[in-house]
């Protein structure tokens, strides 16, 4: 089949499934899962990017992830008056001699090369000073905000920013932290890469967890501000009303709908954006070069690339995607949960997402992150629908239809893991596979 055929194809076979959801289910329905295929697919790009260009396994998804939803609650929310008045100062002063304290071990690190295993010894020792230093400037401060009315607040909130800001933070701060992860864990093996950014990854959902000064930790963050209307001040516009009536569409429905398409327009524009972005790297000499290392590093270190280099580069722009998505994510939800983020949902899905797309392509991984997103959400109810059908004939009292019935929750696995085998057995490339230049 040719490539460009298979695109159109599939893209409509995509557009038409979202259809059949919304004449179905509901059009709500629909344009929730569209707008999360959206953010998917985002997340799909900067994997791709780092996975398929330059062959990086990024075990760590998750981790950036967090970090743009937290880059949501510390811009756009706002800041809790009592608790900065109590604790802010000490939590500043603490973050100033942790960023001291990096930067002097760091410089010590270097000034003490040529003293071997020596120079151990004085570079622990200022991390043990900085560490105790910390705890006893921010300690007391820390105890103070998190006790403060804790069901409420207890915590320092933002700086109250408008929303579409702290996407844009949420992938530097991802970017930030991929660089000093990239700068420390790039030049290991594949397998030592992918255990390394496992870990930093779980050290962030920990901090996000128990750091309640924070984001409140488990308590979670709730009526982040939005970047689109709230349906109750649509329903008393005039204008709004005007419009309902007009559409012969109920005021409440109508109003859900005009939400969600404001924020699907606002997805699209990024997924674009990023989307021509990768397009224009993808087919740049840079992009060429990222793949012959990706296929060959012996042969491009040879030629004198810079094979690090260029593995921080691919890294930092992937996990500042990353970062961009999580923000949007969070950004929908309206609210920040730590509990909510699991290895399997936030890694390995999306390398799902990337693997059945067509790692190297970047329609492709958009692709992916529609369509295992798709079947994430509607592989329950497909499922119910299934079973009902099929085993209505035992009757409502037969022991099989109700332990089928509840095993239903169970089937977004395993249709995760049968699109994953047919697609390998059938399409070992992907559904859209690379191009080659």
């Not at 094979?307 to 961009?324: E, T, Y």
């Amino acid at each position: 089949m040719n490539l460009k055929f298979r695109k159109i194809s599939l893209f409509l076979l995509m557009t038409a499934m979202l259809l059949i959801v919304g004449f179905l289910q509901s059009w709500n329905v629909a344009l929730l899962i569209l707008n999360m295929c959206i953010i998917s697919a985002i997340m799909a790009l900067g994997v791709n990017l780092q996975w398929g260009f330059a062959g990086l396994f990024n075990a760590g998804i998750m981790g950036f992830i967090i970090v743009g939803g937290l880059a949501t609650v510390i811009i756009s929310m706002p800041p809790v008056q009592e608790t900065w008045s109590i604790g802010g100062m000490g939590i500043i002063w603490g973050l100033i001699l942790t960023i001291f304290t990096i930067v002097l071990s760091t410089l010590i690190w270097r000034k003490t090369k040529n003293l071997s295993r020596f120079r151990y010894l004085p570079t622990a020792i200022i991390i043990l000073i900085g560490y105790l230093g910390v705890r006893f400037i921010a300690g007391p401060a820390i105890d103070a905000i998190e006790g403060f009315e804790a069901a409420k607040t207890g915590y320092l909130g933002g700086f109250g920013l408008p929303i579409l800001i702290s996407w844009g933070v949420g992938g530097l701060l991802a970017a930030s932290i991929a660089w000093v992860i990239g700068k420390i864990t790039l030049d290991l093996k594949s397998d030592y890469l992918a255990i390394a950014t496992l870990g930093i990854s779980a050290i962030i959902l920990y901090i996000a967890k128990n750091e309640d000064w924070l984001a409140r930790g488990v308590k979670n963050v709730n009526s982040i501000p939005r970047p689109v209307p709230y349906e109750i001040n649509l329903q008393n516009e005039l204008w709004f009303q005007e419009l309902s009536t007009s559409l012969n569409m109920p005021l409440r429905e109508f109003s859900s709908i005009f939400v969600k398409l404001c924020y699907c327009g606002l997805f699209l524009t990024v997924l674009i954006a990023f989307l021509w972005l990768s397009q224009k790297a993808l087919f740049s000499p840079w992009g060429r070069m990222m793949r012959a290392i990706r296929d060959n590093e012996t042969s491009a270190r040879a030629m004198g690339k810079n094979v690090s280099k260029r593995h921080l580069q691919v890294f930092v722009l992937g996990s500042a995607m990353i970062g961009v998505a999580g923000a949007m994510m969070t950004t929908l939800d309206g609210q920040f949960t730590p509990n909510s983020y699991t290895p399997l949902r936030f890694t390995f899905v999306i390398y799902v997402m990337v693997i059945v797309g067509g790692s190297g392509n970047n329609l492709g991984a958009i692709l992916g992150g529609f369509l295992i997103w798709f079947f994430w959400v509607e592989s329950e109810p497909i499922g119910l629908w299934l079973i009902d059908n099929t085993t209505s004939i035992l009757g409502e009292e037969s022991l099989i239809r109700a332990h089928l019935m509840e095993s239903v929750a169970h089937m977004r696995y395993m249709t995760m893991g049968l699109i994953l085998l047919l697609v390998l057995r059938f399409a070992p490339k992907g559904l859209i596979p690379e191009e080659k230049l």
